[in-house]
């Protein structure tokens, strides 16, 4: 066209001969000349015109790419303070509320939201920057089990999805109108094969297209999954500490306790021992030194009789030291079994269980004493013995003071590998509650010495017993093999 216009502006000047030539006394060599020369004029108007072009292409490309730049700092700004704020947050709300507002605040994306969920998608947190009251709507929805086109796809997929077109794609998203034509992209927060929930944010639609864009999007979403794993470690430590220092002082609290308990316990039983001296001190004295005494009196008189006046002895006050000495020797049996009966060591346990059954049915006669022993005596070692024999002398000693019963039942049993001992009464029975709350100095000593003797020597004890119910006392070993 401006070649046109030249050739024009040529003739113009420069006028036609017969032979429709331009001449005007200027010669074709001439004339070829200034069409070079306007020429070579055009194409410098050209080449500029496609030098501003080019350089007006390039000022958008790098205006965009400044934009990019920019972009692409505020979201490492972002993942950054995302970085930072794992240290200092231990609460998992308050990270995704201040993670959300950093993404948006920095400038990286014009909202974002975060939805952390379950397994079963049930809504665990939120938070979301930029969006306004509308994004309750999304979480309301969810409630009602109905997930969001966004939330949908990337709960069942670890890719990011990237909407270019909102207006369509999240037609029935209760916030899409403040997309306002953006695009958005969204991706699951995912650390370790466990799924945290899901981060929506909107950007420009090109963005979004943009797979460099979605590889950082992917980036931010691994960051945060990171941290919310990180932080959900750290609650688990935290707990696991916790529980470590309440075990640590409960058992410190049952160590002093049973500190305490065993101290008086040991204090108890020198007072007992004392005590049992005392008593056998007593018995020894009053009724068996007496007797002894009075013997000694009546056969000193009948010696010095016959010494002196050579007459036969009181034959009447010698015949009533019989059942004296008799009485006597009740009574010497009687400590003995207090004691430990020798028959214990001489006849076996069994033997011991039958004798003191029957003693005790001698003293107690309104009591009945029923015997089921169902074991051999190889079964029952020596030390285990003594221990039976002194958890069923104290709880026969206790039917006897306290129950008012009128039949009780001694079992000793061996059954599979256990040795059974329990001894039941039909009497008045007792709260045990009452019985074993309250300060271990007031409560009797019977009860907890059996305990004391049957869990020292490896076995369990235990007693039923509720008032007006009767009371049964168990104690139970493993059998030795
Ligand atoms: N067989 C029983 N029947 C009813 N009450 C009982 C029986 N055995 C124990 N008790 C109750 O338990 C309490 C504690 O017994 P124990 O420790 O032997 O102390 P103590 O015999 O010196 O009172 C008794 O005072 C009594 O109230
Ligand atoms: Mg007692």
Same mark, same amino acid.
């Given at each position: 066209?401006?070649?046109?216009?030249?050739? @024009?502006?040529?003739?113009? @000047?420069?006028?036609?001969?017969?032979?429709?030539?331009?001449?005007?006394?200027?010669?074709?060599?001439?004339?070829?000349?200034?069409?070079?020369?306007?020429?070579?004029?055009?194409?410098?108007?050209?080449?500029?015109?496609?030098?501003?072009?080019?350089?007006?292409? $390039?000022?958008?490309?790098?205006? %965009?790419?400044?934009?990019?730049?920019?972009?692409?700092?505020?979201? /490492?700004?972002?993942?950054?303070?995302?970085?930072?704020?794992?240290?200092?947050?231990?609460? &998992?709300?308050?990270?995704?509320?201040?993670?959300?507002?950093?993404?948006?605040?920095?400038?990286?994306?014009?909202?974002?939201?975060?939805?952390?969920?379950?397994?079963?998608?049930?809504?665990?947190?939120? !938070? !979301? @920057?930029?969006?306004?009251?509308?994004?309750?709507?999304?979480?309301?929805?969810?409630?009602?089990? %109905?997930?969001?086109?966004?939330?949908?796809?990337?709960?069942?997929?670890?890719?990011?999805?990237?909407?270019?077109?909102?207006?369509?794609?999240?037609?029935?998203?209760?916030?899409?109108?403040?997309?306002?034509?953006?695009?958005?992209?969204?991706?699951?927060?995912?650390?370790?094969?466990?799924?945290?929930?899901?981060?929506?944010?909107?950007?420009?639609?090109?963005?979004?297209?943009?797979?460099? $864009?979605?590889?950082?999007?992917?980036?931010?979403?691994?960051?945060?999954?990171?941290?919310?794993?990180?932080?959900?470690?750290?609650?688990?430590?935290?707990?696991? $500490?916790?529980?470590?220092?309440?075990?640590?002082?409960?058992?410190?609290?049952?160590?002093?306790?049973?500190?305490?308990?065993?101290?008086?316990?040991?204090?108890?039983?020198?007072?007992?021992? %004392?005590?049992?001296?005392?008593?056998?001190?007593?018995?020894?004295?009053?009724?068996?030194?007496?007797?002894?005494?009075?013997?000694?009196?009546?056969?000193?008189?009948?010696?010095?009789?016959?010494?002196?006046?050579?007459?036969?002895?009181?034959?009447?006050?010698?015949?009533?030291?019989? &059942?004296?000495?008799?009485? @006597?020797?009740?009574?010497?049996?009687?400590?003995?079994?207090?004691?430990?009966?020798?028959?214990?060591?001489?006849?076996?346990?069994?033997?011991?269980?039958?004798?003191?059954?029957?003693?005790?049915?001698?003293?107690?006669?309104?009591?009945?004493?029923? $015997?089921?022993?169902?074991?051999?005596?190889?079964?029952?070692?020596?030390?285990?013995?003594?221990?039976?024999?002194?958890?069923?002398?104290?709880?026969?000693?206790?039917?006897?003071?306290?129950?008012?019963?009128?039949?009780?039942?001694?079992? /000793?049993?061996?059954?599979?590998?256990?040795?059974?001992?329990?001894?039941?009464?039909?009497?008045?029975?007792?709260?045990?509650?009452?019985?074993?709350?309250?300060?271990?100095?007031?409560?009797?000593?019977?009860?907890?010495?059996?305990?004391?003797?049957?869990?020292?020597?490896?076995?369990?004890? /235990?007693?039923?017993?509720? &008032?007006?119910?009767?009371?049964?006392?168990?104690?139970?070993?493993?059998?030795?093999?």
């Amino acid at each position: 066209m401006v070649f046109t216009r030249l050739f @024009t502006q040529l003739l113009k @000047t420069n006028p036609k001969n017969d032979n429709g030539c331009v001449t005007n006394n200027k010669t074709p060599y001439k004339f070829y000349e200034e069409i070079q020369r306007a020429m070579d004029k055009m194409s410098d108007h050209e080449k500029l015109k496609q030098h501003i072009k080019e350089l007006e292409k $390039e000022a958008c490309e790098r205006n %965009e790419s400044e934009k990019r730049i920019k972009h692409l700092n505020s979201v /490492l700004n972002s993942i950054r303070n995302i970085h930072h704020l794992v240290s200092g947050v231990d609460n &998992p709300k308050e990270f995704i509320e201040k993670a959300c507002k950093s993404l948006v605040d920095d400038g990286g994306y014009f909202g974002a939201w975060i939805i952390l969920t379950d397994e079963d998608n049930i809504v665990l947190g939120s !938070a !979301a @920057t930029g969006l306004g009251e509308s994004f309750l709507s999304i979480l309301e929805k969810m409630e009602r089990d %109905e997930l969001i086109y966004c939330c949908k796809n990337v709960l069942a997929q670890s890719e990011i999805l990237a909407i270019e077109d909102t207006l369509s794609a999240c037609a029935g998203c209760p916030v899409s109108h403040m997309y306002r034509g953006r695009g958005a992209m969204t991706g699951r927060l995912e650390h370790s094969q466990k799924i945290y929930g899901v981060l929506t944010a909107s950007v420009p639609a090109a963005f979004s297209a943009d797979l460099k $864009e979605q590889a950082l999007f992917k980036d931010v979403t691994n960051d945060i999954a990171f941290a919310l794993h990180n932080i959900e470690k750290k609650k688990q430590r935290q707990e696991a $500490e916790n529980e470590l220092v309440k075990a640590r002082d409960e058992l410190e609290l049952r160590v002093k306790k049973r500190t305490n308990e065993l101290e008086l316990l040991s204090s108890r039983l020198l007072n007992a021992q %004392e005590e049992e001296r005392k008593r056998i001190a007593a018995d020894l004295h009053d009724e068996i030194g007496q007797s002894l005494s009075a013997a000694k009196f009546i056969i000193e008189t009948a010696f010095e009789q016959f010494d002196t006046q050579k007459t036969v002895p009181d034959i009447d006050s010698l015949r009533k030291l019989v &059942p004296m000495l008799q009485k @006597t020797s009740e009574e010497v049996r009687t400590i003995v079994m207090n004691l430990r009966p020798s028959i214990l060591d001489d006849l076996g346990i069994l033997a011991t269980i039958g004798w003191f059954c029957r003693q005790f049915q001698g003293v107690y006669s309104d009591i009945r004493v029923k $015997e089921k022993i169902n074991i051999k005596e190889a079964d029952v070692s020596d030390a285990l013995k003594t221990i039976i024999f002194r958890v069923m002398q104290e709880a026969m000693n206790n039917i006897a003071k306290h129950s008012k019963a009128d039949i009780v039942c001694l079992y /000793l049993e061996k059954r599979e590998s256990i040795i059974d001992l329990a001894i039941e009464d039909n009497g008045l029975g007792f709260d045990m509650a009452k019985s074993s709350s309250g300060n271990i100095a007031e409560k009797g000593f019977g009860i907890s010495g059996m305990k004391e003797r049957t869990e020292l020597s490896g076995g369990f004890f /235990l007693i039923e017993s509720s &008032p007006g119910e009767g009371t049964i006392v168990r104690a139970s070993w493993q059998a030795q093999k």
